[in-house]
């Protein structure tokens, strides 16, 4: 559903709400970019930007802060509680919009208890409902009692079972890119920043911990219930409702610096200590590139392994994955890049989901800087030729033009539809331009100024577009022709002046492929000191022809069937797969049954699918087993695949 627009008399309504909610507001309902129709002709700006997955009126009443009061019943696996709204509003403001999803409203008040009349519109499959509530004259909060149900969509459940200690359970929650109106009924919109604080009620001997200040660490004695402790939270920066998170479970904590540590199950607690050491040397890293870390601490939580994603950049908690604890730091690129969120997408934020790559954009860019002042130029050069060829394998399963463009058009439809390598690598490979046209250091000065000035603000791309006006390519009046920008960002594809990075670690990798499809045997093969970025190049160079004996060659020679490192096991299965490789087949199960991260699991079911056959059986097989453990957002990817 689309959100209502502005008043009639538009100067009006946008002189009054500036002076009522100052620059923040300005800076939420940035312009949006038409594309000229012309490629060559500089791009037009109209001021006209709504959130089309949000039901909210932020113009007319916006949430300023939520204040939650929650159990958690593990038995009857629901959240229930209340959510308090401070709201702030136009004088002529009756009511407030909240988005809802899969949740039973048992009530609504005003701060003193009176209930207030509200209304549930009709359930919309993506976008859920809108929660209008009445509000009286001078109203500032409002209190909606509720519970989540079964198709919360945010929350997953945990089964003991399904945890790596085996004997608690776990619950987490992931609420981008909308499912945060499926626990807490809000205006689910990335412009509408709000503080929160929080008191979560947790069977004992669990643990809750929060995306924000843990005030009692260790919990405290719930009155009258033995059983519950409470833990508090309080996040006092205004963030995007998406980025309010919680995970409870056996949870324990070890300090890797004076303002960073892990946080992971207990069974897992010193293997995941262990391989995040360095965390303490990324925030510095990060600091030194594009300014003071601005959230006070920086923590890891590592998550059982049916998380969907590799990282969600929760501000001061970074939920992770299990799959990147290889035992030798070999994937903690995840870390930096979850890291550089703490300034693109957390400190200034896509306004829209149609902005998404404003927010993963930036980060690849800063993750891959993070990398390189961490492990040198080569590593960084590795990184970025494996995304890049990453986005042009994209590029090409992508059927939809639409979705190779960076400003997208997803009204109407789940944000996740744009999901894909294009925000991150084609976004990254724009930002690269920019550095290489321009010099490294009159870019690191305009991006470290762009977070400074957009800090605690959204943008979009029409803002990122006036902000390049105003100041890198200020004077410059041919800059927009010759960096394609219209085409960068409006057109799909990918434009013909992008660079493509060029790795002499990847060139001698190369040589070893050719040699190995020439005849060489594997254990010939010069690879002594690989890291893990070159092994993965290694698999992907190789040929979709190779015989049953080269496989075995390979895997005898390097033990890529049984590697513990996930990154390097996903190549292997997805050539194992093209290959009909059989001594594989067993950890392809296992890999699949045993974690849910989305950009493992869902190539690997569509490189079955496409095997017809023995594929498509083992893919439905192994799916009806897997599915269970899953959480949401990955089932609603494979379930389009695995039909």
């Given at each position: 559903?689309?959100?209502?627009?502005?008043?009639?008399?538009?100067?009006?309504?946008?002189?009054?709400?500036?002076?009522?909610?100052?620059?923040?507001?300005?800076?939420?309902?940035?312009?949006?970019?038409?594309?000229?129709?012309?490629?060559?002709?500089?791009?037009?700006?109209?001021?006209?930007?709504?959130?089309?997955?949000?039901?909210?009126?932020?113009?007319?009443?916006?949430?300023?802060?939520?204040?939650?009061?929650?159990?958690?019943?593990?038995?009857?696996?629901?959240?229930?509680?209340?959510?308090?709204?401070?709201?702030?509003?136009?004088?002529?403001?009756?009511?407030?919009?909240?988005?809802?999803?899969?949740?039973?409203?048992?009530?609504?008040?005003?701060a003193s208890g009176e209930p207030l009349k509200y209304t549930l519109g009709t359930p919309h499959p993506i976008f859920g409902a809108p929660?209008?509530?009445?509000?009286?004259?001078?109203?500032?909060?409002?209190?909606?009692?509720?519970?989540?149900?079964?198709?919360?969509?945010?929350?997953?459940?945990?089964?003991?079972?399904?945890?790596?200690?085996?004997?608690?359970?776990?619950?987490?929650?992931?609420?981008?890119?909308?499912?945060?109106?499926?626990?807490?009924?809000?205006?689910?919109?990335?412009?509408?920043?709000?503080?929160?604080?929080?008191?979560?009620?947790?069977?004992?001997?669990?643990?809750?911990?929060?995306?924000?200040?843990?005030?009692?660490?260790?919990?405290?004695?719930?009155?009258?219930?033995?059983?519950?402790?409470?833990?508090?939270f309080k996040m006092d920066q205004a963030i995007p409702p998406y980025l309010i998170a919680l995970a409870i479970g056996d949870i324990d904590?070890?300090?890797?610096?004076?303002?960073?540590?892990?946080?992971?199950?207990?069974?897992?607690?010193?293997?995941?200590?262990?391989?995040?050491?360095?965390?303490?040397?990324?925030?510095?890293?990060?600091?030194?590139?594009?300014?003071?870390?601005?959230?006070?601490?920086?923590?890891?939580?590592?998550?059982?392994?049916?998380?969907?994603?590799?990282?969600?950049?929760?501000?001061?908690?970074?939920?992770?994955?299990?799959?990147?604890?290889?035992?030798?730091?070999?994937?903690?690129?995840?870390?930096?890049?979850?890291?550089?969120?703490?300034?693109?997408?957390?400190?200034?934020?896509?306004?829209?989901?149609?902005?998404?790559?404003?927010?993963?954009?930036?980060?690849?860019?800063?993750?891959?800087?993070?990398?390189?002042?961490?492990?040198?130029?080569?590593?960084?050069?590795?990184?970025?030729?494996?995304?890049?060829?990453?986005?042009?394998?994209?590029?090409?399963?992508?059927?939809?033009?639409?979705?190779?463009?960076?400003?997208?058009?997803?009204?109407?439809?789940?944000?996740?539809?744009?999901?894909?390598?294009?925000?991150?690598?084609?976004?990254?490979?724009?930002?690269?331009?920019?550095?290489?046209?321009?010099?490294?250091?009159?870019?690191?000065?305009?991006?470290?100024?762009?977070?400074?000035?957009?800090?605690?603000?959204?943008?979009?791309?029409?803002?990122?577009?006036?902000?390049?006006?105003?100041?890198?390519?200020?004077?410059?009046?041919?800059?927009?022709?010759?960096?394609?920008?219209?085409?960068?960002?409006?057109?799909?594809?990918?434009?013909?002046?992008?660079?493509?990075?060029?790795?002499?670690?990847?060139?001698?990798?190369?040589?070893?492929?050719?040699?190995?499809?020439?005849?060489?045997?594997?254990?010939?093969?010069?690879?002594?000191?690989?890291?893990?970025?070159?092994?993965?190049?290694?698999?992907?160079?190789?040929?979709?022809?190779?015989?049953?004996?080269?496989?075995?060659?390979?895997?005898?020679?390097?033990?890529?069937?049984?590697?513990?490192?996930?990154?390097?096991?996903?190549?292997?299965?997805?050539?194992?797969?093209?290959?009909?490789?059989?001594?594989?087949?067993?950890?392809?199960?296992?890999?699949?049954?045993?974690?849910?991260?989305?950009?493992?699991?869902?190539?690997?079911?569509?490189?079955?699918?496409?095997?017809?056959?023995?594929?498509?059986?083992?893919?439905?097989?192994?799916?009806?087993?897997?599915?269970?453990?899953?959480?949401?957002?990955?089932?609603?990817?494979?379930?389009?695949?695995?039909?």
């Amino acid at each position: 559903m689309r959100t209502k627009g502005f008043a009639p008399d538009r100067r009006t309504a946008i002189g009054f709400m500036a002076a009522l909610m100052g620059s923040t507001f300005l800076t939420a309902c940035e312009p949006k970019v038409e594309p000229a129709s012309d490629d060559s002709a500089p791009l037009a700006l109209v001021r006209s930007a709504k959130d089309v997955h949000s039901y909210a009126e932020p113009n007319v009443a916006r949430v300023r802060h939520v204040d939650l009061d929650l159990t958690a019943d593990f038995r009857a696996k629901v959240l229930k509680g209340t959510a308090a709204l401070t709201l702030e509003t136009a004088p002529t403001a009756k009511q407030v919009v909240l988005d809802v999803k899969a949740l039973d409203i048992e009530g609504v008040t005003d701060a003193s208890g009176e209930p207030l009349k509200y209304t549930l519109g009709t359930p919309h499959p993506i976008f859920g409902a809108p929660l209008t509530i009445e509000l009286p004259q001078g109203a500032q909060k409002v209190v909606v009692t509720y519970k989540t149900t079964a198709d919360t969509q945010a929350l997953q459940w945990l089964d003991p079972s399904q945890t790596e200690g085996k004997k608690h359970p776990f619950l987490l929650s992931q609420g981008q890119s909308i499912l945060t109106r499926t626990w807490i009924p809000t205006q689910d919109s990335p412009m509408v920043r709000q503080t929160y604080s929080a008191i979560i009620r947790v069977p004992t001997p669990l643990k809750a911990v929060m995306s924000a200040e843990m005030l009692t660490p260790d919990g405290e004695a719930v009155p009258g219930n033995g059983g519950l402790r409470a833990f508090r939270f309080k996040m006092d920066q205004a963030i995007p409702p998406y980025l309010i998170a919680l995970a409870i479970g056996d949870i324990d904590f070890r300090p890797t610096g004076d303002r960073t540590g892990v946080y992971a199950e207990k069974a897992t607690i010193a293997r995941a200590a262990a391989e995040l050491e360095d965390l303490e040397k990324f925030v510095a890293a990060a600091e030194k590139l594009y300014g003071p870390y601005r959230w006070g601490r920086y923590d890891v939580l590592i998550l059982p392994p049916s998380f969907p994603f590799g990282g969600m950049e929760n501000p001061r908690l970074t939920f992770a994955t299990p799959t990147i604890l290889a035992g030798d730091k070999s994937l903690v690129s995840l870390v930096a890049h979850e890291l550089a969120h703490s300034w693109s997408g957390n400190l200034v934020t896509n306004a829209t989901w149609d902005d998404f790559w404003l927010n993963e954009g930036f980060t690849t860019y800063f993750e891959n800087r993070i990398m390189e002042e961490m492990y040198g130029k080569d590593r960084a050069l590795m990184l970025q030729s494996l995304g890049y060829s990453s986005l042009q394998d994209t590029l090409s399963r992508i059927k939809e033009p639409g979705l190779t463009q960076l400003h997208t058009d997803l009204k109407g439809r789940d944000p996740d539809d744009g999901f894909s390598d294009i925000p991150y690598e084609k976004g990254a490979a724009f930002l690269r331009l920019l550095e290489q046209t321009y010099g490294r250091k009159k870019f690191d000065a305009w991006l470290k100024g762009y977070f400074t000035r957009y800090a605690f603000k959204s943008m979009t791309t029409a803002g990122f577009v006036e902000d390049l006006r105003e100041t890198l390519i200020k004077g410059d009046p041919g800059a927009e022709d010759r960096l394609k920008l219209n085409e960068w960002l409006y057109k799909p594809g990918l434009p013909s002046n992008a660079v493509k990075p060029q790795s002499e670690a990847f060139a001698r990798v190369e040589a070893q492929v050719e040699a190995f499809t020439k005849g060489t045997p594997a254990k010939s093969l010069i690879t002594e000191g690989w890291v893990t970025q070159e092994w993965q190049h290694f698999i992907e160079s190789l040929p979709d022809t190779l015989t049953l004996e080269q496989m075995k060659d390979l895997d005898a020679a390097f033990s890529f069937t049984s590697s513990r490192n996930s990154e390097i096991l996903f190549a292997w299965l997805k050539l194992a797969i093209v290959h009909h490789y059989e001594p594989a087949l067993p950890a392809l199960e296992t890999f699949l049954t045993s974690q849910g991260r989305r950009r493992f699991v869902s190539p690997l079911y569509t490189a079955l699918m496409a095997q017809k056959g023995w594929g498509v059986d083992m893919a439905k097989r192994v799916y009806a087993k897997a599915r269970p453990l899953y959480h949401s957002v990955t089932r609603a990817t494979v379930d389009e695949t695995v039909k």
